[in-house]
């Protein structure tokens, strides 16, 4: 079955016919675009409604989700449960941010999160894809986060999502659990990049200032122009594991880096 595309009016007619399913009270909250659309205002459609969290026990979660697309005729995936996994994306407290929704429902409680949280979720996801009607050359995340409109009072949060989403994982020494945590690291390093982008804080500047892996990767990216490799930030991730100082590896590529430039007059140089 295709994709259903719902506009605002849908995804409230699907929460109204949810509602009715139920005969108890139930709370769902939610995110991504429904979130963006039915709270926020973001003009477009979307191909489904985001639960992050519920309080449904499963039997009454699947019976009630089966009635309404029986009824409405519209697939099972309308109401994704998946965006769960995204909840690394947010510190503990998001709880205390959510926002009620502006229509009413018998016994289905639906809060969604926040704007900070959500702009925090779009920019540690930012995919890119071309459909919906969106009009961004695919980039359906960046889309939202410019319609959101990231405003001062967002950043306390969505930089500390951005920082805790970094550092998720930082003190494990399994090597599984380090190719994650570089990699939520790159993922961290291009949500603040595309902050950058919109007009707000800039990365460290000087060494000192460096005090994680994700300070690291962004130091070098401004002092470079270019985005580490993925061999180097890994050595840099054991070091920090071995209890070096990310400021004193940021001074370690400094000094390499006057080195370079001194040889080769300001050609660019690479690590290792």
Not at 56 to 69: C, G, H, L, P
Not at 236 to 252: R, V, Y
Request: charged residues 30%.
């Amino acid at each position: 079955m295709a994709e259903a595309e719902l506009s605002k009016k849908e995804i409230v007619r699907i929460l109204q016919e949810w509602d009715k399913t139920l005969d108890r009270p139930c709370h769902v909250v939610i995110c991504g675009g429904a979130a963006a659309i039915v709270k926020y205002g973001v003009d477009r459609s979307t191909g489904d409604i985001d639960v992050l969290e519920k309080d449904f026990d499963a039997e009454t979660f699947n019976r009630s989700i089966e009635k309404v697309f029986r009824d409405t005729k519209l697939p099972l995936s309308t109401i994704n449960i998946d965006s769960k996994n995204y909840i690394d994306g947010l510190t503990p407290n998001f709880r205390n941010r959510l926002e009620p929704s502006n229509e009413k429902y018998e016994n289905l409680k639906v809060d969604y999160i926040c704007k900070a949280d959500l702009l925090s979720m779009k920019l540690l996801a930012l995919r890119t894809r071309r459909d919906r009607g969106v009009e961004s050359d695919g980039k359906i995340d960046l889309y939202d986060i410019k319609k959101l409109n990231v405003e001062e009072k967002d950043l306390p949060v969505i930089y500390s999502n951005i920082t805790n989403y970094a550092n998720q994982f930082s003190a494990n020494t399994e090597t599984h659990i380090i190719n994650t945590h570089i990699i939520n690291n790159f993922q961290a390093c291009r949500a603040l990049n595309t902050l950058e982008d919109l007009g707000f804080k800039k990365p460290p500047k000087i060494a000192e200032d460096v005090k994680s892996l994700l300070d690291l990767i962004q130091y070098y990216e401004k002092n470079t122009g270019k985005q580490p490799l993925y061999p180097d930030v890994e050595k840099w991730q054991k070091s920090i594991l071995l209890k070096t100082s990310p400021a004193d590896i940021a001074e370690q590529l400094c000094k390499e880096k006057d080195v370079s430039e001194d040889k080769s007059e300001g050609a660019d140089f690479d690590i290792l």
